[in-house]
């Protein structure tokens, strides 16, 4: 089986998603699936250094890269436009990561052209919440496209049940599956040096892209209300992420006017070890979403036994809460304030909520989504040669 992965842009400072893709790739090459992706160079602010419109790797994974020309929403690349038109039919399936792109609706075109079935990863943007952020933009799109690429589709990939419920409701869409995303349990390595790191004030780590719909200007204002608890005096915050000037700023201003300079540290973008070792030595991580499809460092925090705080809306909520891995609560502050104080004050609550989500990261192991993906390939490409 031939598998085309396209996705706008691959850089790890867009979050979960392309790091989630690198994995699957991998696992999926494991189960004997011939894998590319095709992707933009497109990176927060410019570009990512890879060799453009010629076979390449990525991270252990076949890739082939163009250059993003303009748009960082849209991210237009017509040589990848060209590149899919005459390249799709070397592919027995796409997988399409993402909606509102350029990329997106190019590899849809150029399947249904040829003939090829794809599938479609939204990335959440077909919620309900999603879909009304720039809504007169994403109507455009739906009318001029969007609605005949999403029908079209051999099928829909949703990680979780409520996001195939929210974006099935608002778009009547029926021909979603549900497979989550996947992590490679045996790259949970501990980095060297982690032993002396515990030794550090306790934390609670916020490992995201730092936007408003992560809720994390609402965890920082809970944090500073109650640091000085007795309970809490020694607990620090750790915002380890980058997002828009605007939105970084809002929350050092937040810092500043508090004095909460010894209790906040905003550690910019991490990856590889330093973010292995911030994730390791957390003693809780916090994801308050407002709007959350599905939540990889959540996954991540659960593999490694640190428990988690989240908001009803991430989608994994319901999973945690059944499993009893964490702490569910309204992105409000009062409600936020409160369950950070009767989880950061009790530490055999976190022990036995850390091990319980250890057991429930089990279940989004790579090798166990990659067949998943594999028996959707499957179903798919049979219907088409039907």
């Known amino acids: 089986m031939k598998v085309l992965h396209v996705i706008p ?10 790091k989630a893709l690198l994995q699957i790739c991998r696992a999926q090459q ?84 040829k003939g090829v079935p794809y599938v479609i990863r939204p990335l959440g943007h077909l919620e309900r919440w999603a879909l009304d952020q720039k809504l007169a933009r994403k109507k455009m799109f739906l009318k001029l496209g969007g609605m005949s690429m999403l029908r ?8 979780s049940a409520s996001e195939r419920h929210s974006s099935e409701q608002a778009l009547a869409l029926n021909h979603g599956a549900i497979i989550p995303f996947g992590i490679n349990l045996d790259e949970l390595t501990v980095p060297a040096g982690c032993e002396q790191d515990r030794n550090r004030r306790p934390y609670v780590l916020v490992l995201s892209r730092l936007l408003p ?36 700023a809002l929350l050092k201003d937040l810092i500043a006017r508090s004095d909460g300079g010894d209790s906040v540290q905003l550690t910019g973008w991490l990856d590889g070890d330093a973010k292995a070792r911030a994730l390791v030595g957390a003693s809780l991580l916090a994801l308050p ?34 499993a009893g891995a964490g702490w569910i609560t309204p992105v409000e502050t009062k409600s936020i304030s409160e369950t950070l ?30 067949e998943q993906l594999i028996q959707l390939y499957e179903s798919v490409i049979l219907s088409a040669a039907r």
């Open 289 to 322: 979403s407002h709007h959350e499809s599905f939540g990889l460092c959540v996954v991540e925090a659960l593999a490694h036994g640190v428990p988690v705080l989240v908001g009803p809306q991430v989608a994994l909520a319901t999973e945690i809460q059944a």
């Open 9 to 18: 842009a691959v850089s790890p400072k867009y979050g979960g998603p392309s």
């Open 213 to 248: 719909t992560k809720g994390i200007d609402v965890l920082l204002r809970a944090f500073l209300a109650v640091r000085k608890d007795p309970r809490l005096s020694d607990w620090q915050l750790v915002i380890a992420g980058g997002g828009p000037p605007k939105y970084e």
């Open 30 to 113: 494991a189960h004997a699936v011939e894998v590319q992706i095709a992707s933009t160079d497109a990176e927060p602010g410019g570009h990512i250094a890879v060799k453009l419109e010629s076979s390449t790797t990525y991270e252990g994974v076949p890739a082939i890269f163009f250059r993003k020309q303009w748009s960082e929403a849209f991210k237009f690349s017509r040589s990848m436009a060209s590149w899919l038109k005459r390249r799709v039919t070397d592919f027995d399936v796409l997988e399409i990561h993402g909606v509102f792109s350029h990329a997106c609706i190019s590899a849809s075109r150029a399947c249904r052209k």
């Open 152 to 159: 079209n589709a051999a099928a829909i990939h949703y990680t």
């Open 341 to 370: 104080i009767a989880a950061c004050s009790d530490h055999e609550e976190r022990r036995r909520r850390g091990e319980a989500g250890r057991s429930l990261s089990r279940k989004f192991s790579c090798d166990v989504v990659a």
